[in-house]
């Protein structure tokens, strides 16, 4: 059924342009579709061009904008008109026109004029808003909350695991917060800017607005947050109208009970907004947060982002965030008047959302009124249940990965005790679901209580886990005739759905935090799958925000709790300064945020360069959880300073064509000397010139030589060889971790040895993926080994997902693209693999590549969006004959391969 499908996709994929000549589609502002919010005053526009002609490339555009859609249609750009621009450019287009104004809606339309002597018609209209550029366009909002601690029982940075016992549990006010107000014109728009710390969920006259979870982003709260903007035109009403806000605890504040990686406080729950009301008479009226609010405590009496959540329906206000709310005799009182972090910016990722819903596939009754659920898959999210039951009864809910020997939920890895509670007000079938907290599971082990034990017990009557995470698009697809490859792709896919929030987490459960490695080492496998551009650039922000005056990047950011060394700092996690920035310009064009981090990849260079002794980096985590005599954990395989110091060398290498990209010649030439000596003490301290291999000859030694560029070029086949020969003599079993799996798929993809690839992952009887799988596993596990003990949802070792795509789909960018505008096709057959399909939907388009073995022939289908052009490489040797649509071509050869050079469209490719 799933081939079938990914079949399905693929005809539609090559029907794709079917009967146009030039079209122009996804129009973008910064990467995002019709974006609230946006806070730059200038802003990037993308699109994408389709045709139904071979080798497309654009000449010219014009764009228009306007403050007004209607201008549109009669083509009139009163705000900016680019008119006629010959250029090939059809993403990061600077905007160059009037002034924009904080608020203002804005529309947009282009054309397009091609190499063919195409015209496209106007594009449709899309738009955006923008946000608050400053602090004076907030209209004096302040900041407002239920209460406020003194300034000396603030916890910043939070301290690591549960602090002082003198401390006590500090819980505190989960609030809600409410105004009312009159509109008595008729509105044209509405917009609400807001931000609630930790978290919050704002309705109008009793619904909730948007659909997002845990709003706004995690940031570093010393220094900035987010707000986030809605369009609320359709929640106002003529009359009365009430905004009411819940505010959540999130990393903001972690009380001190429970489960918790660290305990801390930035200070109480608050909020600040501004509502913009637009009326078609032309005024406007802002609705802010100021002392005329009231705020009560709310029914979650219990929250915290690792511990859980308790909820007491028995406090819930029926109406309360309805106008002419009847208070009851219960007094609200007046909101206090607080501080908060005094930058404030968009949130222009992407929102994390409730993305899938998972049913129950087994249930296991362990006694009287205790169940445990099996929902069949690990991932991030949170319980929902439907219940019925006396008032006072509860529902508590302990979620698990796995499970003991005696079938009850195992938080051991996971961080114990967690929970969510419901108290039930005893009215008819009551549902609920957490609001400010996420957990990661599989099972969950649910004890309903009676509040008076001669009474029965509260009734489970529906039962569900809902998955959270980014909601990213999904870019990216494979499927092959293996399926123990399928498996550990949706394997790996798991883990990394599970832990894209809005940083990317090592783990959903137990830590929650940003873990900078994996963002450049596991990168590449998730841009092939999933749009993060906009998150890309939200990480890099938290990058830039921690870092310290003598240029140092901690391991984790955004940076909530000081770890001690080596969790503190390490080359191979603080690197992702340098490496995401490049890489996120290469992935996606982004060259605006590269020129906005230069000052702290600089930086960071300096701080390693300061850091060094004789130009070696020998502190840091190492090659984190190899395979070695012991445990997993510290690197064994790989002596310390062989991986820092390797990267060390690329970081340079990067620095060196960033430096060229952005016209710095001084500080190209300090990089490539201080790279040079860098190589050269490498060398001199960790190659083998007798044995011609790195350090001990580990995979992560030689392949993160090779992969980096270290080794001279008269020994590389030599130190292949090496890779090769250890891996084949533990009979093509892995020993490489964290820091160098990716480098040894790498090395060897580079060096045309797929085939050890496949020997390596094609089986499940030593620590892998495979061996995952067998034991169980649904998401990727932070083990080669699967251990019970450590996360088995884990974001870092799933580095094979890259080669799915660039190694067997064989889509893969050329060393001198920008976004995917030069393609190289180079599939590789190995093993009993007979077919494969790789799509991506790069900047420009889709990309897809198809191939199978048909007896002996290889068949090969691409496509290649317009403003691309790509090179295809046929497993060929000379004198076989290579057709293209059926029609036998002439090409040249390079090594094994068949090469052709092709432009934008649709192909077939066969040969003997």
Same mark, same amino acid.
């Given at each position: 059924?799933?081939?079938?499908?990914?079949?399905?996709?693929?005809?539609?994929?090559?029907?794709?342009?079917?009967?146009?000549?030039?079209?122009?589609?996804?129009?973008?502002?910064?990467?995002?579709?019709?974006?609230?919010?946006?806070?730059?005053?200038?802003?990037?526009?993308?699109?994408?061009?389709?045709?139904?002609?071979?080798?497309?490339?654009?000449?010219?555009?014009?764009?228009?904008?306007?403050?007004?859609?209607?201008?549109?249609?009669?083509?009139?750009?009163?705000? @900016? $008109?680019? %008119?006629?621009?010959? =250029?090939?450019? /059809?993403?990061?287009?600077?905007?160059?026109?009037? *002034? &924009?104004?904080?608020?203002?809606?804005?529309?947009?339309?282009?054309?397009? @004029? $091609?190499? %063919?002597?195409?015209? =496209?018609?106007? /594009?449709?209209?899309?738009?955006?808003?923008?946000? *608050? &550029?400053?602090?004076?366009?907030?209209?004096?909002?302040?900041?407002?909350?239920?209460?406020?601690?003194?300034?000396?029982?603030?916890?910043?940075?939070?301290?690591?695991?549960?602090?002082?016992?003198?401390?006590?549990?500090?819980?505190?006010?989960?609030?809600?917060?409410?105004?009312?107000?009159?509109?008595?014109?008729?509105?044209?728009?509405?917009?609400?800017?807001?931000?609630?710390?930790?978290?919050?969920?704002?309705?109008?006259?009793?619904?909730?607005?948007?659909?997002?979870?845990?709003?706004?982003?995690?940031?570093?709260?010393?220094?900035?947050?987010?707000?986030?903007?809605?369009?609320?035109?359709?929640?106002?009403?003529?009359?009365?109208?009430?905004?009411?806000?819940?505010?959540?605890?999130?990393?903001?504040?972690?009380?001190?009970?429970?489960?918790?990686?660290?305990?801390?406080?930035?200070?109480?729950?608050?909020?600040?907004?501004?509502?913009?009301?637009?009326?078609?008479?032309?005024?406007?009226?802002?609705?802010?947060?100021?002392?005329?609010?009231?705020?009560?405590?709310?029914?979650?009496?219990?929250?915290?982002?690792?511990?859980?959540?308790?909820?007491?329906?028995?406090?819930?206000?029926?109406?309360?965030?309805?106008?002419?709310?009847?208070?009851?005799?219960?007094?609200?009182?007046?909101?206090?008047?607080?501080?908060?972090?005094?930058?404030?910016?968009?949130?222009?990722?992407?929102?994390?959302?409730?993305?899938?819903?998972?049913?129950?596939?087994?249930?296991?009754?362990?006694?009287?009124?205790?169940?445990?659920?099996?929902?069949?898959?690990?991932?991030?999210?949170?319980?929902?249940?439907?219940?019925?039951?006396?008032?006072?009864?509860?529902?508590?809910?302990?979620?698990?990965?796995?499970?003991?020997?005696?079938?009850?939920?195992?938080?051991?890895?996971?961080?114990?005790?967690?929970?969510?509670?419901?108290?039930?007000?005893?009215?008819?079938?009551?549902?609920?679901?957490?609001?400010?907290?996420?957990?990661?599971?599989?099972?969950?082990?649910?004890?309903?209580?009676?509040?008076?034990?001669?009474?029965?017990?509260?009734?489970?009557?529906?039962?569900?886990?809902?998955?959270?995470?980014?909601?990213?698009?999904?870019?990216?697809?494979?499927?092959?005739?293996?399926?123990?490859?399928?498996?550990?792709?949706?394997?790996?896919?798991?883990?990394?759905?599970?832990?894209?929030?809005?940083?990317?987490?090592?783990?959903?459960?137990?830590?929650?935090?940003?873990?900078?490695?994996?963002?450049?080492?596991?990168?590449?496998?998730?841009?092939?799958?999933?749009?993060?551009?906009?998150?890309?650039?939200?990480?890099?922000?938290?990058?830039?925000?921690?870092?310290?005056?003598?240029?140092?990047?901690?391991?984790?950011?955004?940076?909530?709790?000081?770890?001690?060394?080596?969790?503190?700092?390490?080359?191979?996690?603080?690197?992702?300064?340098?490496?995401?920035?490049?890489?996120?310009?290469?992935?996606?064009?982004?060259?605006?945020?590269?020129?906005?981090?230069?000052?702290?990849?600089?930086?960071?260079?300096?701080?390693?360069?300061?850091?060094?002794?004789?130009?070696?980096?020998?502190?840091?985590?190492?090659?984190?959880?190899?395979?070695?005599?012991?445990?997993?954990?510290?690197?064994?395989?790989?002596?310390?300073?062989?991986?820092?110091?390797?990267?060390?060398?690329?970081?340079?290498?990067?620095?060196?064509?960033?430096?060229?990209?952005?016209?710095?010649?001084?500080?190209?030439?300090?990089?490539?000397?201080?790279?040079?000596?860098?190589?050269?003490?490498?060398?001199?301290?960790?190659?083998?010139?007798?044995?011609?291999?790195?350090?001990?000859?580990?995979?992560?030694?030689?392949?993160?030589?090779?992969?980096?560029?270290?080794?001279?070029?008269?020994?590389?086949?030599?130190?292949?060889?090496?890779?090769?020969?250890?891996?084949?003599?533990?009979?093509?079993?892995?020993?490489?971790?964290?820091?160098?799996?990716?480098?040894?798929?790498?090395?060897?993809?580079?060096?045309?040895?797929?085939?050890?690839?496949?020997?390596?992952?094609?089986?499940?009887?030593?620590?892998?993926?495979?061996?995952?799988?067998?034991?169980?596993?649904?998401?990727?596990?932070?083990?080669?080994?699967?251990?019970?003990?450590?996360?088995?949802?884990?974001?870092?070792?799933?580095?094979?997902?890259?080669?799915?795509?660039?190694?067997?789909?064989?889509?893969?960018?050329?060393?001198?693209?920008?976004?995917?505008?030069?393609?190289?096709?180079?599939?590789?057959?190995?093993?009993?693999?007979?077919?494969?399909?790789?799509?991506?939907?790069?900047?420009?388009?889709?990309?897809?590549?198809?191939?199978?073995?048909?007896?002996?022939?290889?068949?090969?289908?691409?496509?290649?969006?317009?403003?691309?052009?790509?090179?295809?490489?046929?497993?060929?040797?000379?004198?076989?004959?290579?057709?293209?649509?059926?029609?036998?071509?002439?090409?040249?050869?390079?090594?094994?391969?068949?090469?052709?050079?092709?432009?934008?469209?649709?192909?077939?490719?066969?040969?003997?």
């Amino acid at each position: 059924m799933k081939r079938l499908l990914y079949c399905v996709i693929f005809c539609l994929l090559f029907q794709w342009g079917a009967g146009q000549k030039l079209n122009i589609a996804k129009l973008r502002i910064e990467y995002m579709t019709n974006p609230l919010g946006v806070d730059i005053p200038k802003p990037h526009f993308s699109w994408e061009l389709e045709s139904d002609q071979r080798n497309i490339l654009q000449i010219a555009y014009r764009v228009l904008v306007a403050d007004d859609s209607t201008l549109l249609k009669k083509n009139v750009g009163n705000v @900016w $008109d680019s %008119k006629k621009v010959m =250029s090939k450019e /059809s993403i990061q287009v600077l905007y160059s026109g009037k *002034l &924009l104004r904080p608020v203002r809606k804005y529309f947009w339309k282009l054309m397009a @004029w $091609d190499n %063919k002597g195409n015209v =496209s018609s106007w /594009s449709d209209i899309a738009m955006w808003q923008m946000g *608050l &550029l400053g602090k004076k366009d907030w209209q004096q909002a302040k900041w407002i909350g239920h209460n406020e601690i003194i300034d000396s029982l603030l916890i910043v940075p939070h301290v690591h695991l549960n602090g002082k016992r003198s401390w006590g549990t500090r819980r505190n006010t989960i609030p809600l917060m409410r105004k009312e107000f009159i509109v008595n014109k008729t509105i044209k728009n509405a917009t609400v800017f807001i931000s609630g710390l930790g978290h919050f969920e704002m309705s109008i006259n009793g619904r909730k607005i948007g659909d997002h979870f845990l709003d706004p982003g995690w940031t570093n709260y010393s220094r900035h947050a987010q707000y986030v903007t809605f369009d609320v035109t359709g929640q106002l009403k003529q009359g009365r109208n009430a905004i009411g806000v819940i505010l959540g605890n999130g990393f903001y504040y972690i009380p001190g009970q429970r489960y918790r990686k660290m305990t801390g406080a930035y200070g109480q729950p608050k909020m600040i907004m501004r509502s913009v009301i637009e009326y078609t008479d032309g005024t406007v009226d802002n609705i802010i947060s100021d002392e005329s609010w009231q705020t009560l405590e709310s029914p979650i009496i219990f929250s915290s982002i690792f511990g859980g959540e308790d909820h007491d329906a028995s406090k819930e206000q029926l109406g309360w965030d309805n106008a002419g709310f009847i208070k009851d005799g219960i007094d609200w009182f007046d909101v206090i008047i607080t501080n908060g972090p005094e930058k404030l910016e968009s949130q222009m990722q992407h929102p994390v959302k409730i993305m899938e819903r998972f049913g129950v596939k087994a249930k296991t009754e362990l006694r009287k009124n205790v169940w445990v659920y099996d929902l069949g898959q690990n991932f991030s999210g949170i319980p929902s249940i439907k219940v019925s039951g006396s008032k006072g009864d509860t529902v508590r809910i302990f979620c698990a990965e796995l499970l003991n020997a005696d079938g009850t939920a195992n938080q051991k890895a996971t961080g114990s005790p967690s929970y969510f509670t419901y108290i039930l007000k005893g009215v008819g079938d009551e549902s609920w679901q957490p609001k400010f907290t996420y957990t990661g599971f599989r099972y969950m082990q649910v004890y309903c209580i009676a509040k008076d034990s001669l009474k029965s017990s509260p009734v489970v009557k529906e039962i569900e886990g809902l998955h959270i995470r980014n909601a990213v698009e999904s870019v990216g697809s494979f499927t092959s005739s293996n399926e123990l490859f399928n498996r550990t792709n949706t394997l790996i896919d798991w883990a990394i759905k599970s832990n894209t929030v809005s940083v990317f987490t090592d783990c959903p459960h137990r830590e929650k935090l940003g873990w900078l490695e994996q963002t450049h080492l596991m990168g590449s496998s998730v841009q092939y799958n999933y749009d993060v551009a906009s998150l890309n650039r939200k990480v890099i922000k938290d990058m830039m925000n921690a870092q310290y005056t003598n240029g140092m990047i901690p391991e984790i950011t955004p940076e909530y709790t000081k770890f001690t060394p080596p969790f503190d700092e390490s080359p191979e996690w603080g690197s992702a300064a340098i490496i995401l920035p490049w890489y996120n310009y290469k992935w996606y064009g982004d060259k605006q945020t590269l020129l906005e981090a230069y000052d702290m990849m600089k930086g960071y260079i300096m701080y390693l360069k300061n850091k060094a002794k004789n130009n070696i980096l020998s502190h840091g985590l190492g090659d984190w959880f190899d395979i070695g005599p012991k445990k997993s954990g510290f690197a064994q395989m790989t002596k310390m300073g062989v991986t820092a110091t390797a990267t060390f060398y690329y970081d340079l290498g990067i620095m060196s064509e960033v430096a060229k990209l952005l016209r710095l010649p001084s500080d190209k030439k300090m990089y490539d000397e201080l790279g040079l000596a860098v190589k050269r003490a490498f060398n001199d301290e960790f190659f083998r010139k007798q044995k011609l291999e790195y350090d001990s000859a580990s995979q992560t030694a030689n392949a993160m030589a090779l992969y980096m560029g270290l080794v001279e070029p008269q020994h590389r086949q030599a130190v292949i060889d090496a890779l090769i020969k250890d891996i084949r003599q533990r009979n093509n079993a892995l020993t490489a971790g964290d820091i160098g799996y990716r480098y040894v798929l790498r090395a060897l993809e580079e060096a045309g040895r797929s085939d050890v690839i496949f020997d390596m992952n094609s089986r499940d009887d030593v620590p892998g993926y495979g061996f995952q799988l067998r034991n169980g596993a649904t998401a990727l596990t932070e083990s080669w080994q699967a251990y019970e003990s450590v996360s088995n949802n884990h974001f870092m070792l799933g580095h094979l997902m890259e080669w799915f795509y660039t190694g067997l789909g064989g889509i893969r960018q050329a060393n001198n693209s920008v976004a995917y505008d030069k393609i190289e096709f180079m599939p590789q057959p190995v093993g009993d693999v007979t077919s494969a399909f790789a799509s991506y939907h790069s900047v420009y388009g889709e990309i897809a590549s198809k191939w199978k073995i048909n007896g002996n022939r290889f068949e090969l289908e691409v496509l290649i969006p317009p403003n691309s052009t790509a090179v295809v490489y046929l497993p060929a040797t000379k004198g076989s004959v290579v057709k293209q649509n059926g029609k036998a071509i002439n090409v040249k050869h390079s090594g094994r391969n068949a090469v052709i050079k092709i432009g934008s469209g649709k192909y077939n490719f066969s040969v003997n």
